[in-house]
């Protein structure tokens, strides 16, 4: 049932409402949990907030007092999922002026990043590992991460029809529900949606692994009464394994997507045609989430443009 708000309702629990008028169901399940991490939050920080008193000085200590313990991104989200719905109370009457115009975001240091990708030969000594002389396992899963750079998500939706082997083609279409009840869901963006090639070496090995399985089912997801639940801690643990056997850096199976992607950007391969592959919604994206490897790469194209200005004699 929705309430009727005035001035001196609480603010956090018009937030409430809020989300679930205009979030639930508009939005994937992922999205909306962060929602209601930021409700959670507000609830600990402000719990006695009244709309009337929702001013640039009480919302601005809202967003300080999240940063004490928050880096600056995670602070940033944190506003933005705030702000739509401060904007409605604005409109509504509820609170007097827009109390987030000029808002300053703080944050902690961010931490020191972790290795997140493998270099070439690291890779390469990682697969050549993979146990991949029996059937269906998540060695098979690691291998083709490492080839495509899908997300965790939608490589376990993958289906043999999703292969066209005699193009060398890889249609990205749909993810798996891992987090919830299973299920097909749609992709992350209209830019996930994708076709990738892939190498003749990978359709050989796919060819002959999905010959005999059923066309519409999911390759990796055992189907049994119902769907076998699937966690991408199941996967990274046994990467895990494999990285301290080898000696190798530790990474995640999104590690691998990085992975997929650093090689590409060392190899010469566009940003673009690298956003495209990935699924990025934008090439901007790419680049924020590359800076580093493109900063370097630019470092070596300075040398390149000097050889080549000083041959023009």
């Known amino acids: 049932m929705l309430s009727e708000f005035t001035q001196h309702d609480l603010f956090v629990e018009y937030y409430e409402q809020w989300i679930r008028v205009y979030k639930e169901g508009a939005i994937r399940d992922v999205t909306l949990s962060k929602y209601y991490s930021t409700l959670s939050w507000v609830r600990t920080l402000m719990p006695h907030l009244q709309l009337k008193d929702v001013t640039r000085i009480t919302y601005q200590q809202l967003i300080n007092d999240y940063a004490k313990m928050h880096e600056r991104q995670t602070v940033m989200d944190f506003h933005h999922q705030l702000k739509?719905?401060?904007?409605?109370?604005?409109?509504?009457?509820?609170?007097?002026?827009?109390?987030?115009?000029?808002?300053?975001?703080?944050?902690?240091?961010?931490?020191?990043?972790?290795?997140?990708?493998?270099?070439?030969?690291?890779?390469?000594?990682?697969?050549?590992?993979?146990?991949?002389?029996?059937?269906?396992?998540?060695?098979?899963?690691?291998?083709?991460?490492?080839?495509?750079?899908?997300?965790?998500?939608e490589a376990l939706a993958l289906t043999p029809k999703d292969f066209d082997f005699a193009h060398q083609v890889l249609s990205i279409n749909k993810t798996w529900n891992y987090k919830g009840n299973g299920g097909y869901m749609p992709t992350k963006n209209k830019s996930s949606v994708r076709k990738i090639q892939i190498d003749w070496q990978t359709v050989m090995q796919f060819s002959a692994l999905t010959k005999d399985l059923p066309e519409d089912e999911p390759i990796f997801i055992k189907k049994e009464d119902t769907y076998t639940p699937v966690y991408n801690s199941t996967v990274n643990g046994l990467l895990e394994r494999y990285c301290k056997k080898l000696n190798l850096p530790v990474i995640s199976i999104h590690g691998l997507r990085h992975t997929h992607a650093s090689l590409l950007l060392f190899a010469g391969v566009s940003i673009a045609s690298v956003a495209r592959r990935l699924g990025h919604a934008s090439m901007t994206t790419t680049q924020k989430t590359y800076l580093h490897i493109i900063q370097e790469l630019e470092s070596s194209d300075v040398d390149i443009i000097m050889r080549s200005m000083s041959n023009l004699t």
């Open 84 to 153: 739509g719905a401060v904007l409605d109370a604005v409109d509504e009457g509820l609170i007097v002026r827009d109390p987030t115009r000029k808002v300053i975001i703080k944050g902690k240091t961010p931490a020191e990043k972790k290795i997140k990708y493998l270099n070439q030969f690291e890779l390469h000594t990682l697969l050549k590992n993979l146990l991949l002389d029996k059937g269906v396992n998540w060695d098979w899963f690691i291998l083709l991460v490492a080839k495509t750079g899908m997300r965790f998500s």
